[in-house]
């Protein structure tokens, strides 16, 4: 079992920046990558980033040049640093991890509002 805890969601003003931060715990030897997703009230739940244990990452098309995903192994916290926000991005964001066996562990979400 993995556990993931996040932190540093918050409220700001459109243009403004947070950065959230996700620690690992448990079995995290057996995680081949983490990503952030978040889900605004009404729509589904979405892929916002990923970042591979190799260190290779990805953002999704809607925050690319925005937000970006970055680890620090020693501390197995994984971060979303998010600028220029805009009122679009509020949502719970969920800290995601994965294993090569299919397996997604969750954390429980942290709440981003950005208002205009």
């Known amino acids: 079992q993995v556990q993931l805890v996040e932190s540093g969601g918050g409220w700001v003003q459109a243009g403004g920046s947070l950065r959230l931060s996700c620690a690992a715990s448990?079995?995290?030897?057996?995680?081949?990558?983490m990503g952030w997703y978040r889900q605004a009230p009404g729509k589904q739940r979405e892929w916002v980033a990923a970042?591979?244990?190799?260190?290779?990452?990805d953002h999704a098309h809607s925050v690319k040049g925005r937000f970006t995903i970055s680890r620090d192994s020693a501390k197995n916290t994984v971060y979303l640093q998010m600028n220029s926000l805009k009122p679009e991005d509020t949502a719970v964001y969920y800290c995601?991890?994965?294993?090569?066996?299919?397996?997604?562990?969750w954390g429980q979400g942290t709440q981003v509002t950005v208002s205009s």
């Open positions: 448990g079995n995290i030897f057996s995680i081949n990558a």
């Open positions: 970042i591979s244990n190799v260190g290779r990452t």
């Open positions: 995601n991890a994965h294993d090569p066996l299919g397996h997604d562990f």
